[in-house]
């Protein structure tokens, strides 16, 4: 296990329930069967249950499988014996990636729960992804998807000569519903790169929507939180939408030399 204990960073060896290191630093599994290595107490952290809530049911609707399918094509056509997901949430793409040994972190325990109930063989794990309990350059491949980008942590964790693929919304992802909700609706920014680019495809499918798909993708979109009460009601006489989901997907490979 590439598990790293946060407490003194020793390897984690699993036993049974619990996973130890060599500092008697213990950690039990979840009933569900994630390992919770954050180390804050109280309290809940990450997405909320209802946003997670939400999000799935979407996701289950298989509205965004075409991305799905092409993250499973395409850490295929990589080395893929490590494969680590960042802020995985409910492990949707997760689960479909290529990896003989895969970690997925996420700060939600709500949406662990639930990954780890539908994929036993990922190692689910509570951390931050700016902080994580993995140990150094073991992973071929390493993914976030709509997250923000954990840089230096990401390229401590690759391989040299490893992958790292993040996606993000391409400019017009979601415009119809943002028109159906703004006077004055916005196109989405796209940061610069964050490591030097290996490659970079922009994918998109037209979503047809009916009112309780409306109201799960606005659910599961930052605009959820960010939009007035008078905004929010347009949604609720809408009974179908079509609406572009676009991605843009980018390839970066950690320099086999530093
Ligand atoms: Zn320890």
Redesign the pocket.
Known sequence: MLLT?P????ELIRNGRTAV???H?SFDYARQGYLNLYLSRGGSHGDSPESVKARTRFLQRGHYAFLKDRMRELTASFAHDVTVDLACGEGYYTAALCGNDKYGFDLSKDALKHASRNDPDTHYTVASIFSLPFADACADIVTTLFAPLAKEEIMRILKPGGVFISVTPAPDHLLELKQALYDEPYLNTVDEPPFPLADQLQISEIMKLDKDGIQDLFAMTPYFYHTSEKDRRKLDDIDSLAVMASFLIRIHRKPEKQ
């Open positions: 204990c407490v003194c960073k020793g290191c060599a500092n630093h």
